[in-house]
């Protein structure tokens, strides 16, 4: 069965206790997860080369439109705040979950926050982050 | 998000004294007003947050000033009722807009929880076999 796509939701845990929270506006949430690989190639190997998968390097994009305010979610305010952040301010817990399935959960920092405007259409915002130390994934589904 | 372009759209215009109709209705009395507004729905994760209307409305008349009357009017009550009038490109200060009625203040319509704007992006004006057509195309909005 197919998933709709705004069953899928990227969510920052913010203050403390942590609360896990989504983007106000968002529109899109993009997950990577790209494999590390190391290639071996021994005289035994008779000339086909050897790969091995030595770790992940996982990354989420989530794009959205700029809301300023919001009572539930996290606001572009708040988000330029965190991509501000320093040190082990900036380190945040995340989850990525749809409905009733399986969740990723982990750690990350922001790596880019970019926001564009133009004079019609409007203003958007696209943020990425970068998982640090090793996701889990299990079915302690919150969403 | 229910749609009300098309009821603001018709209500402000008719406020100005303009009477718009429906690209397919047949007008056989000069001048008149015909619109088409296709909408769209943008949406967030979260559900649909604006209405997007393309108008394109155009007054149609076999005397250019009359033709023009009515641009003036169509510009100065969508630029009134759907936004800041100082945005408009030609607030049409010569014509006379009629004067609502006190009781109209009283009115409410289901559109009023909803922000709308409006934004012009292409005027036309063309005249064939002695009939003045003036399109106006406009960008309208509906947000929450």
Not at chain 2, 71 to 79: F, K, L, N, P, T
Request: proline fraction near 3%; glycine fraction near 6%; charged fraction near 25%.
């Amino acid at each position: 069965m197919a998933l709709e796509g705004y069953n899928i939701a990227f969510r920052i845990g913010v203050g403390s206790p942590k609360v896990y929270k989504t983007f106000a506006g968002r529109t899109q949430d993009d997950l990577t997860i790209a494999a590390r690989t190391r290639e071996r190639l021994t005289k035994d190997d008779a000339g086909a080369t050897q790969v091995a998968v030595i770790g992940q390097d996982v990354t989420f994009r989530a794009t959205g439109l700029v809301e300023l305010t919001s009572s539930t979610a996290i606001t572009r305010d708040q988000l330029i705040g965190f991509a501000l952040q320093a040190g082990a301010n900036a380190v945040f817990v995340f989850q990525y979950a749809t409905n009733g399935n399986d969740m990723l959960s982990g750690s990350c920092v922001i790596t880019n926050l970019s926001e564009s405007s133009n004079a019609s259409d409007d203003a958007t915002l696209t943020v990425d982050f970068r998982v640090v130390g090793a996701p889990t994934f299990d079915d302690d589904t919150t969403s | 998000m229910t749609e009300y372009l098309h009821e603001k759209l018709v209500d402000t215009l008719r406020a100005h004294g303009v009477n718009p109709a429906l690209s397919e209705d047949e007008i056989d009395r000069y001048p008149y007003v015909t619109f088409e507004l296709p909408v769209e729905y943008r949406y967030t994760k979260d559900g649909p947050y604006k209405i997007v209307g393309n108008l394109t409305i155009r007054s149609v008349s076999d005397d250019i000033d009359e033709a023009e009357d009515l641009r003036a009017g169509i510009m100065a009550a969508i630029a009134g009722g759907f936004g800041d009038p100082s945005e408009a490109e030609d607030p049409a200060e010569e014509v006379e807009v009629v004067e609502q009625e006190a009781t109209e203040e009283e009115i409410v319509h289901d559109y009023d929880e909803f922000v709308f704007s409006a934004r012009i992006t292409d005027v036309r004006k063309d005249c064939m076999d002695g009939v003045w057509v003036i399109e106006l195309d406009y960008i309208l909005n509906q947000y929450e």
